[in-house]
């Protein structure tokens, strides 16, 4: 969420934006919203929610949209099964918007 609210306030001090192991989110999300919305409820997994994962990031999308991006997907990741489609999502706008996308296949706590 820090990475992409920082480019938000500061985006000229911002070359590219870097997302590993993660999935980008949308204005409004919240960790935990987007466990919910890709049906694997934080309760599910014993999360506790704590104020930085149920609180809502505000950016503008379309400042963001402007900076170019990294993703580096896991393909082994440990949280494939929180956010599996939220991950589909990242592949899809990383072709959408041209972003430079690698896959690893590694697990994310190696």
Known sequence: MVITGTPDRMPERIGRIVYIDSVVPKDGDSPFGIMEQCGAGYQKFGLVPDKPFVDTLAFDEEKIRTIPKTCIHYTKSEFLPVGKEAYADVLKNARRYH??????ECPSTA
């Open 99 to 104: 972003w430079t996308y690698y896959e690893l």
